[in-house]
């Protein structure tokens, strides 16, 4: 099949293999990279604001038959002769570049016949690893997996909380999936000064190796990733604000002393601790109601056997003790429950 790249409005794209691959500018200094396995470019659920795709600065497109090159603002990505992302601040540093172990030809297709590939002077492997692959499942979609050179020096810090002690988290292995005790947001700060956000909501795997960075999704039929360059950690996150939203500002009472335990079984509990704390010369900014004050797992209520008047402890507590009550959700429904 023969190579297919084209330049579009703030954006190039490449058709080849049956994949279709999408790079474009989206918010300043920044570039979204989206690649479809089946050839459609489709609107998929994702982390970025309609209409964020803006830039205040003039966006610079060159392609030609082998490779194509975007800059915006900050930030340069060039697209090379083996399919290959490579991302470049404007002073040339190499901030991130896509992993390959392929052949030295151009535009690998896997082919052995001699006679038809074009031999390079480049980095030459038998591995077959691809910087951005698609394995067919037993179902339609696939698992894909998107590979990128590690710089062993590099210290990576975000992802979300999890349960270890590593501020850097270079050289960890994550789970992309929200549990209990376990928030993912999978967008990164790295000390070569940029961010990244991987743009997919599916349940995956990412991997900070020092030989490999390596993102994996067990089910689906697209990659989508965000890139932003700036000379500063702040300026990355604005930059990431700017185009998946603002953090409100906290509630002033959100920002005193919180108390917290296991559960509460009654409001007499609750008015028990908030009273000590009142007689102690503590003043108490929020408390937690947490589980099984509810009848069932999914009924969002409370049990009236136990609670009988919670807009009465509502009032108590926010008036007589200027408390905020925050009740506890869980996402577990039971079979038998009203919901």
């Given at each position: 099949m023969?190579?297919?790249?084209?330049?579009?409005?703030?954006?190039?794209?490449?058709?080849?293999?049956?994949?279709?691959?999408?790079?474009?500018?989206?918010g300043?200094?920044?570039?979204?990279?989206?690649?479809?396995?089946?050839?459609?470019?489709?609107?998929?659920?994702?982390?970025?604001?309609?209409?964020?795709?803006?830039?205040?600065?003039?966006v610079e497109?060159?392609?030609?038959?082998?490779?194509?090159?975007?800059?915006?603002?900050?930030?340069?990505?060039?697209?090379?002769h083996r399919?290959?992302?490579?991302?470049?601040?404007?002073?040339?540093?190499l901030?991130?570049?896509?992993?390959?172990?392929?052949?030295?030809?151009?535009h690998?297709?896997?082919?052995e016949?001699?006679?038809?590939?074009?031999?390079?002077?480049?980095?030459?492997?038998?591995?077959?690893?691809?910087?951005r692959?698609?394995?067919?499942?037993?179902?339609?979609?696939?698992?894909?997996?998107?590979?990128?050179?590690?710089?062993?020096?590099?210290?990576?810090?975000?992802?979300?909380?999890?349960?270890?002690?590593f501020?850097?988290?270079k050289?960890?292995?994550?789970?992309l999936?929200?549990?209990?005790?376990?928030?993912?947001?999978?967008?990164?700060?790295?000390?070569?000064?940029?961010?990244?956000?991987?743009n997919?909501?599916?349940?995956?795997?990412?991997?900070?190796?020092?030989?490999?960075?390596?993102?994996?999704?067990?089910?689906?039929?697209?990659?989508?990733y965000?890139?932003?360059?700036?000379?500063?950690?702040?300026?990355?996150?604005?930059n990431?604000?700017?185009?998946?939203?603002?953090?409100?500002?906290?509630?002033?009472?959100?920002?005193?002393?919180?108390?917290?335990?296991l559960r509460?079984?009654?409001?007499?509990?609750?008015?028990?601790?908030?009273?000590?704390?009142?007689e102690?010369?503590?003043?108490?900014?929020?408390?937690?109601?947490?589980y099984?004050?509810?009848?069932?797992?999914?009924?969002?209520?409370?049990?009236?056997?136990?609670?009988?008047?919670?807009?009465?402890?509502?009032?108590?507590?926010?008036?007589?003790?200027?408390?905020e009550p925050?009740?506890?959700?869980?996402?577990?429904?039971?079979?038998?429950?009203?919901?």
């Open positions: 023969k190579v297919v790249i084209k330049a579009g409005q703030n954006s190039f794209i490449r058709k080849f293999d049956d994949e279709l691959l999408i790079v474009e500018a989206w300043d200094h920044s570039v979204r990279v989206r690649s479809f396995a089946d050839m459609k470019e489709e609107k998929r659920l994702n982390a970025l604001l309609e209409g964020s795709q803006k830039t205040n600065g003039k497109i060159n392609v030609n038959d082998h490779s194509a090159e975007l800059i915006n603002g900050k930030i340069r990505v060039v697209l090379d399919d290959r992302l490579s991302f470049y601040h404007e002073n040339g540093k901030l991130l570049k896509e992993y390959i172990r392929l052949r030295a030809v151009k690998d297709d896997g082919s016949d001699a006679g038809t590939i074009e031999i390079t002077k480049d980095f030459n492997s038998t591995l077959k690893l691809k910087s692959e698609y394995r067919s499942n037993l179902s339609s979609d696939f698992t894909v997996t998107t590979r990128f050179e590690s710089d062993p020096d590099e210290k990576i810090y975000g992802m979300g909380q999890y349960q270890h002690t501020l850097d988290l050289n960890t292995v994550l789970e999936a929200q549990r209990n005790s376990q928030i993912s947001i999978p967008f990164y700060v790295s000390s070569n000064g940029y961010g990244f956000l991987w997919h909501p599916g349940i995956g795997e990412v991997s900070f190796a020092k030989n490999l960075t390596r993102w994996e999704m067990k089910s689906t039929n697209y990659i989508d965000w890139i932003t360059a700036d000379d500063s950690p702040k300026n990355i996150l604005r990431y604000a700017n185009v998946t939203g603002k953090v409100p500002k906290m509630p002033d009472h959100l920002l005193g002393l919180w108390q917290s335990k509460y079984r009654t409001p007499e509990e609750v008015l028990d601790v908030v009273k000590t704390y009142h102690k010369g503590i003043q108490l900014s929020t408390i937690a109601i947490d099984f004050h509810w009848p069932k797992q999914g009924e969002y209520r409370f049990d009236e056997d136990f609670w009988p008047n919670p807009e009465s402890l509502v009032q108590t507590l926010k008036e007589e003790y200027q408390v925050m009740i506890s959700i869980w996402p577990t429904v039971q079979t038998d429950a009203q919901n």
